[in-house]
């Protein structure tokens, strides 16, 4: 007797530093995952033989892949598609491979921006997050924010991925906090929820309303120092003023306006939009 | 025969990472120096038998310091002077004392700043550096600034220092440039001087023309990516992001205006206004 694998799929998101896989059924359900921290940046090749180890156990079933896999530094490089994009034609620019085990496999490109006031920009990975948003909405036309240690702004419109914006939020965030000179002003584990507090909202509020961002780093010394500033609220304060600092600029920028629709997209979508790929891939039907 | 020690001094320069001592003669002329990495971020206590080593091959002149020498984590701590501060002011502030020697020693307090915008601002070492520049331009009225680690930014007038504005500049750029993603984009160190460099003048531009400090960051690597931007011109680059930023911020902030004197404050205006104080304090005549 033989299972029937009709619609199952695997889909990895594989970045610089994790690897999560999940084998999905013809609903996009979850019916196994697993994840390590086998990040592209901790590999030197070896990917195919890490990729059959982590799917050992699944049914032979299609595997797409989004992430920095596709880098140069990836397993294959999947080049990068010019904005804007389309679904469908991300899913036209995928080369699909077969493993030495035989099972078909795809790498999703990332996408590039021409953007001359900044030399160009890049996503690998956001842009299936972006795709699991269109097909949960495709009539969306407004700003995308995916958060993320390197965090981006998408401009959807017109079924499509319009422009984006990259931040390093994520990272400056770790660096000031765990190793600037600003360590020693703040806790060094967030307790809950660092949006929660009212030092965040604080922070937030002060450099989206005129204190330049670059301007504001110091004082998470000063209110440790001078005011007494309990580490974990100070923590969360330092937060604020990365995320007041991405949202002054996101508004500088024209990305934020008044009446523009937002939608927060986070990692689930990424499955979503994996599928989608595979459908236009012919993986699944 | 004794030494006609009149007018001499020693003048040290003691701060986070580094500790600098020289002795001058009556005209705060360099009769000797020494420097070394014993800075008080490197020690738990012991600063006065550190200080005799260091000055043991010198004559028992008076010693004044400036430099987190005077912090909580110093040898003795010097508390604040409020802004607007003259000269006089901090002099008046200082509580000499003597070592178990038997020299006399003084150390300058810091700055602090009512800026409830930020919740204050401090500094330790740079207002000595700005008595310096009184005691060279007595009338100058205009903003000083003052590169570094934390560069600052302070307002003068009236022989006064009236207020100022610290940043992270330098701390960042170490930051950005050695420990982030950014890292692998750019040259591991700068060959000659970065502000010399095309790439940071044309990230200046950018800069305070209009790209958001944080909006500008990831194109370091974008530069890399898709232009083939040399690492060393790359350096040059992110420090211009990182410069542009501090000026882009102080221009918000209406520190730079057009018409306001500027003037570049270097470390060797410490010396002077080491020599100053202890003039204040009665050291030398």
């Given at each position: 007797?033989?299972?029937?694998?009709?619609?199952?799929?695997?889909?990895?998101d594989?970045?610089?530093?994790?690897?999560r896989?999940?084998?999905?059924?013809?609903?996009?359900?979850?019916?196994?995952?697993?994840?390590?921290?086998?990040?592209?940046?901790?590999?030197?090749?070896?990917?195919?033989?890490?990729?059959?180890?982590?799917?050992?156990?699944?049914?032979?079933?299609?595997?797409?892949?989004?992430?920095?896999?596709?880098?140069?530094?990836?397993?294959?490089?999947?080049?990068?598609?010019?904005?804007?994009?389309?679904?469908?034609?991300?899913?036209?620019?995928?080369?699909?491979?077969?493993?030495?085990?035989?099972?078909?496999?795809?790498?999703?490109?990332?996408?590039?921006?021409?953007?001359?006031?900044?030399?160009?920009?890049?996503?690998?990975?956001?842009?299936?997050q972006?795709?699991?948003?269109?097909?949960?909405?495709?009539?969306?036309?407004?700003?995308?924010?995916?958060?993320g240690?390197?965090?981006?702004?998408?401009?959807?419109?017109?079924?499509?991925?319009?422009?984006?914006?990259?931040?390093?939020?994520?990272?400056?965030?770790?660096?000031?906090?765990?190793?600037?000179?600003?360590?020693?002003?703040?806790?060094?584990?967030?307790?809950?929820?660092?949006?929660?507090?009212?030092?965040?909202?604080?922070?937030?509020?002060?450099?989206?309303?005129?204190?330049?961002?670059?301007?504001?780093?110091?004082?998470?010394?000063?209110?440790?120092?001078?005011?007494?500033?309990?580490?974990?609220?100070?923590?969360?304060?330092?937060?604020?003023?990365?995320?007041?600092?991405?949202?002054?600029?996101?508004?500088?920028?024209?990305?934020?306006?008044?009446?523009?629709?937002?939608?927060?997209v986070g990692a689930t979508a990424l499955a979503?939009?994996?599928?989608?790929?595979?459908?236009?891939?012919?993986?699944?039907?």
């Amino acid at each position: 007797m033989t299972a029937d694998l009709s619609g199952r799929l695997i889909a990895i998101d594989w970045g610089t530093s994790r690897l999560r896989a999940r084998l999905l059924d013809g609903n996009a359900r979850v019916l196994a995952e697993t994840a390590s921290d086998r990040g592209i940046g901790t590999l030197s090749g070896g990917h195919e033989a890490i990729f059959e180890e982590t799917v050992a156990a699944w049914p032979a079933v299609p595997a797409i892949m989004a992430g920095m896999i596709g880098s140069r530094q990836g397993w294959r490089e999947a080049p990068y598609v010019p904005c804007p994009a389309t679904p469908a034609a991300i899913a036209a620019a995928i080369k699909p491979f077969t493993t030495a085990s035989g099972r078909p496999v795809a790498i999703v490109p990332g996408l590039v921006l021409d953007a001359p006031a900044r030399d160009g920009d890049v996503i690998r990975g956001e842009e299936t997050q972006l795709i699991g948003l269109l097909e949960q909405e495709p009539a969306f036309a407004g700003i995308a924010v995916l958060p993320g240690t390197h965090s981006k702004w998408a401009r959807v419109e017109g079924r499509a991925i319009v422009s984006f914006q990259s931040f390093m939020s994520g990272e400056l965030f770790e660096l000031l906090s765990r190793t600037s000179f600003l360590r020693h002003s703040v806790a060094a584990q967030a307790t809950g929820d660092l949006s929660a507090a009212p030092d965040f909202t604080l922070a937030v509020r002060r450099v989206s309303e005129g204190l330049p961002f670059a301007a504001s780093l110091f004082s998470v010394r000063t209110r440790y120092l001078l005011a007494n500033a309990p580490p974990d609220a100070n923590l969360a304060y330092l937060s604020g003023l990365v995320i007041g600092g991405e949202i002054a600029a996101a508004r500088d920028l024209g990305l934020l306006t008044k009446g523009t629709p937002v939608r927060i997209v986070g990692a689930t979508a990424l499955a979503a939009g994996l599928v989608t790929l595979a459908r236009h891939l012919g993986f699944i039907s």
